[in-house]
């Protein structure tokens, strides 16, 4: 198929997707198209234009040819490569986790959380519960994740529906606060889960009281604090080599 009108009704509802509300989600650059299938992504529809189309002979799925103008009109970014992917992203139904895992609490910066997500499945946290989070289906959470996103069990809920559920959880759910024990003599035995809270105002009181210990990473000269995706980073690393599960 080839496609060079922008009235084109596929065109139409593909530029839907890109709000992130629907079950669709955009892929607009080339590397983040690969990383996103070796991470699992089904798609649905591979836009590209004949000169980069080779790119991805081992991605199955419906592929159009087109022109850069309808891939701009179809991307989410300002510079486009010339193709677009469009990956199904299903909102799963909250499912008790397998091995340890994360508690997102009113994350709302996109790159935030894309780093999150990435650094997440490279420390083996695979079921993520984003409590009233920024949209992960939103284009900048997709991109910071590398498409690491299709790898993990993501499950976007609120805080009362996560609190009634985290009663069926058995494993020590750890806080990271400022006044909390040091992270690096934290011990725990067996799969965890960590809460991180939201950028400006931490872990809110709800889930606080669901903890079963509280952390810092130590500061030194006057320093407050550090980025919740750095201070996720430093936390899940030292929680699961620290403490060999």
């Known amino acids: 198929m080839f496609i060079t009108s922008a009235q084109n009704e596929l065109i139409k509802k593909v530029s839907s997707y890109k709000d992130g509300k629907?079950?669709?989600?955009?892929l607009d650059t080339d590397k983040l198209i690969l990383d996103s299938f070796n991470n699992g992504a089904e798609f649905v529809y591979l836009f590209s234009t004949e000169k980069n189309i080779n790119k991805f002979v081992n991605i199955n799925c419906e592929k159009i040819l087109t022109t850069d103008t309808i891939i701009k009109k179809i991307s989410t970014s300002t510079s486009s490569?010339?193709?677009?992917?469009?990956?199904?992203?299903?909102?799963?139904k909250l499912t008790l986790p397998q091995n340890?895992?994360?508690?997102?609490?009113?994350i709302q910066d996109p790159g935030n959380i894309g780093t999150?997500?990435?650094?997440?499945?490279g420390a083996d946290y695979k079921d993520i519960y984003c409590i009233n989070c920024a949209n992960v289906r939103s284009s900048k959470v997709i991109r910071s994740s590398m498409g690491s996103i299709f790898s993990l069990n993501i499950y976007q809920t609120n805080l009362y529906e996560f609190i009634d559920f985290s009663k069926k959880i058995n494993s020590p759910i750890i806080a990271a606060d400022m006044n909390g024990d040091c992270v690096f003599d934290c011990q725990v035995k067996?799969?965890?889960?960590i809460i991180l809270g939201n950028e400006g105002n931490g872990i809110?009181?709800?889930?606080?009281?669901?903890?079963?210990?509280?952390?810092?990473?130590?500061?030194?000269?006057?320093?407050?604090?550090?980025?919740?995706?750095?201070?996720?980073?430093?936390i899940m690393y030292s929680l699961k080599y620290l403490n060999k599960e």
Not at 22 to 26: A, D, L, M, S, Y
Not at 116 to 121: C, F, G, H, S, V
Request: charged share 15%.
């Open 204 to 234: 809110c009181n709800e889930l606080r009281q669901i903890a079963t210990k509280f952390i810092s990473i130590p500061m030194n000269n006057n320093l407050e604090s550090l980025n919740v995706a750095v201070s996720g980073a430093i």
């Open 100 to 106: 340890s895992f994360l508690i997102l609490d009113n």
């Open 81 to 92: 490569q010339g193709s677009v992917g469009v990956v199904k992203f299903d909102t799963k």
């Open 190 to 193: 067996g799969k965890c889960g």
């Open 116 to 121: 999150i997500l990435r650094t997440a499945l």
């Open 22 to 26: 629907g079950e669709f989600v955009i």
